[in-house]
C-alpha cells in the first residue's frame, strides 16, 4: 500500500505517564479508516500528536510521515501548511472551535485566505459554495451570521466547510456527531461520505461508537490503552472479531433485529497511565484471561490480509494455521 500517513511506534507520555504506546497505522489515499475504542484510549492524541498540536509537556517519539515527509519534529513553516492544508482535523468540541465572535462566512473565508490565498470577492464567492456543498440552506444569506444563530449540527457544517477550505488530502473527523441528536448525527456522518466520494480526500473517522464508524468506513481499527489492539476491513471485523475488547464493543451495539435488549456494557474501565498492568492491558476486564495474559503486552498478529488482532489467542490461532499450513 502506498500511504498517504503512516504512522510508526508513535508513542506520547505526558509527565512521564505513557499515554499512547507505540501506534503503527497506515492512511491511504481516498481510504476511510475508523478509529473506536472508549474514553482516555488515545485517539485524539494519535492525531494531535502526528499534526504536532499537543503541548509542549507532551513527549512524542515515533514517527508520523505525510507521504514520506516526517512531521515529527519539522519546522513550524511546514506544519503550518501541512496543517489545514494537506490534512485537516474537525476537533473534537465544535462549540470552543469556531470563534463566537467573528461571523461564520468570515471564518471559512480566513481559511480560504491561509491555505489558498484567497481574498476579496473570490473568496466569498468560494465560502458560498462551500456552504452550499456541505448543506447549509440559503448560503449567501448565511455567510453573515454569528456561530450563536446557528444550530449544532449547522455549526458542524461550518467547521466541516473550514476543514474542507485547504481542499485537504486528509480530513480527521474527531467524534464529529456526538454533540448532535441522532437525526442530525447520521445527516453529517451521510455529508461527509458524499464529500469523501465528490472531492477524493481519506477519512479518518473517531468515533467511540463502532456502529457509527462501521457504516462509514472501509477499515476499523480498535485502540485500547494507547494501542491498536485490533485492526480489520469492517466487514472481516464483524464476522470475525478476535479481541476479547473488539468483541465487548460488539456486544455493546444495539441489534439490528430481534427483540430489544439490555445492551453488555463491558464491565471495569480502561486503566489509567500510572497503573498500566505489565501484560496485556484489557486482561483485567477480559473474561477469557489466562495466566500468561500478564506477562508481557501481545505483539499484533496478522491473521488474514489487513487484519491483525494483539491478543494471545490471535498468537494461538496463528500459530494453529502455521502448524496446520505446514
Ligand atoms: N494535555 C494532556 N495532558 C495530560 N494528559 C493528557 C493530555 N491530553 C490527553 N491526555 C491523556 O492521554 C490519554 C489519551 O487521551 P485522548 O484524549 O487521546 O483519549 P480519547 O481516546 O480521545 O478519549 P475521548 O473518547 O474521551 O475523547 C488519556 O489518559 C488522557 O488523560
Ligand atoms: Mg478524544
Not at 480530513?171 to 456522518?189: C, K, R, Y
Amino acid at each position: 500500500m502506498n500511504a498517504l500517513v503512516s504512522l510508526r511506534n508513535l508513542r506520547v507520555s505526558f509527565d512521564g505517564q505513557a499515554a499512547l504506546r507505540g501506534i503503527d497505522l497506515d492512511v491511504a489515499p481516498g481510504e476511510a479508516v475508523g478509529l473506536v475504542g472508549e474514553s482516555g484510549c488515545g485517539k485524539s492524541v494519535t492525531w494531535l500528536a502526528a499534526l504536532g498540536l499537543l503541548p509542549a509537556k507532551a513527549r512524542v517519539t515515533g514517527s508520523a510521515t505525510l507521504q514520506g515527509q516526517e512531521l515529527l519534529g519539522a519546522a513550524p513553516a511546514v506544519l503550518d501548511r501541512v496543517r489545514g492544508g494537506r490534512i485537516a482535523m474537525i476537533f473534537q468540541d465544535p462549540a470552543s472551535s469556531l470563534n463566537p465572535v467573528i461571523r461564520i462566512g468570515r471564518q471559512v473565508e480566513e481559511a480560504l485566505r491561509l491555505h489558498r490565498g484567497m481574498q476579496g470577492a473570490a473568496a466569498r464567492a468560494e465560502a458560498k459554495r462551500l456552504f452550499d456543498q456541505v448543506g447549509i440552506p440559503d448560503a449567501a444569506r448565511r455567510l453573515d451570521a454569528w456561530p450563536h444563530e446557528l444550530s449544532g449540527g449547522q455549526n458542524q457544517r461550518v467547521m466541516i466547510a473550514i476543514a474542507l477550505a485547504g481542499r485537504p488530502e486528509l480530513l480527521v473527523a474527531d467524534e464529529p456527531t456526538t454533540a448532535l441528536d441522532v437525526t442530525i448525527q447520521a445527516q453529517i456522518l451521510t455529508l461527509l461520505q458524499d464529500l469523501r466520494r465528490e472531492t477524493g480526500m481519506a477519512l479518518v473517522l473517531i468515533s467511540h461508537d463502532l456502529g457509527v464508524v462501521a457504516d462509514s468506513c472501509d477499515r476499523v481499527c480498535v485502540m485500547y490503552a494507547g494501542r491498536i489492539v485490533e485492526q480489520a476491513p469492517v466487514a472481516r471485523l464483524f464476522e470475525a472479531p478476535t479481541h476479547p475488547y473488539t468483541n465487548g464493543l460488539l456486544g455493546a451495539l444495539p441489534p439490528l433485529d430481534g427483540p430489544r435488549r439490555r445492551l453488555a456494557a463491558i464491565p471495569g474501565s480502561v486503566p489509567e497511565p500510572w497503573a498500566m498492568p505489565k501484560g496485556c492491558a484489557f486482561a483485567p476486564r477480559c473474561a477469557e484471561r489466562s495466566p500468561a495474559c500478564d506477562i508481557a503486552v501481545p505483539g499484533a498478529v496478522p491473521l488474514a490480509p489487513g487484519h491483525q488482532a494483539a491478543c494471545i489467542r490471535a498468537t494461538a490461532m496463528g500459530l494453529l494455521k502455521e502448524t496446520v499450513a505446514a
